[in-house]
């Protein structure tokens, strides 16, 4: 069976991870997610994609370490977005919101942290228990100093230990916690009202805040400027740019086209 489960509504695209018990990701399983979300960066009808996991226990337990012990090599072919699909596939320039239904430790939690938007049931737990594996949570070790206080991070990468959604929430690591049986229904209010939103202008804040990450101020203010990334050089040429300011004008809401 399919590992991945994907229901369209218009322009939002949900994706479930559905690999019982655990969600937990094996090669097959992380190459055919970089096939839905490579899908989804090129298709002109998404703009916003919803994921989650299947159940109620697990959003996802990271690396599959049973597949590890059956063949799966920790440096293989994880496809083309790197470990789930979204870790490092290039040019994804719309937005992704992680919905994490339940425990989220390992690549899960990596996994989340690929997201723009996290939100958390209330019952959601998370770890980076690698350190206890004898292993490097990598991406983590990248993403969460920069997203966290860095001593915060720095303890979780180095004990391993289980925090909450609480605790989450109030390090700034997710966006909202909600009850379990709203949190699919809030994840979707907020992807309708991105949806709606301007998807060139969202491709351009995705791309600088990815090219800014690394540069000092006044060089990336200088890139954006003279229009040296492609997605500002597309966005200020647009009819959306003329739209909105047509519609700021005319004092109506804008109608965007995505062109």
Not at 124 to 131: K, M
Not at 217 to 223: C, K, L, S, V, Y
Request: aromatic residues 6%.
């Amino acid at each position: 069976m399919d590992p991945i489960r994907t229901r369209r509504d218009g322009a939002i695209l949900e994706v479930t991870l559905d690999r019982p018990k655990a969600n937990a990701i094996d090669l097959a399983t992380s190459r055919r997610m970089g096939e839905v979300f490579a899908d989804f960066r090129d298709d002109p009808d998404l703009r916003v994609a919803i994921l989650t996991g299947a159940g109620k226990k697990f959003f996802c337990a990271g690396w599959d370490l049973k597949a590890a012990t059956d063949g799966d090599a920790v440096d293989g072919d994880y496809g083309v977005g790197g470990f789930g699909g979204l870790q490092e596939l290039r040019d994804l320039n719309k937005p992704v919101i992680a919905a994490v239904n339940g425990i989220a430790c390992g690549g899960g939690l990596e996994l989340a942290l690929s997201a723009d938007i996290i939100l958390a049931a209330e019952h959601a737990t998370f770890a980076l228990p690698e350190i206890r594996s004898g292993t490097v949570a990598d991406a983590a070790s990248v993403k969460l100093p920069k997203r966290i206080p860095y001593h915060i991070a720095m303890e979780l990468l180095l004990t391993g230990r289980w925090f909450d959604a609480a605790e989450a929430n109030r390090w700034g690591l997710v966006n909202e916690v909600a009850p379990a049986s709203e949190l699919l229904a809030r994840a979707r209010a907020i992807a309708q009202l991105l949806a709606a939103g301007p998807p060139l202008v969202y491709a351009a804040i995705k791309e600088i805040v990815r090219d800014a990450e690394d540069s000092k101020f006044q060089d990336a203010m200088n890139r954006i400027t003279k229009r040296q990334l492609r997605t500002v050089d597309i966005l200020y040429a647009s009819e959306d740019q003329l739209e909105g300011a047509r519609a700021f004008a005319e004092k109506r809401d804008p109608v965007w086209k995505g062109k």
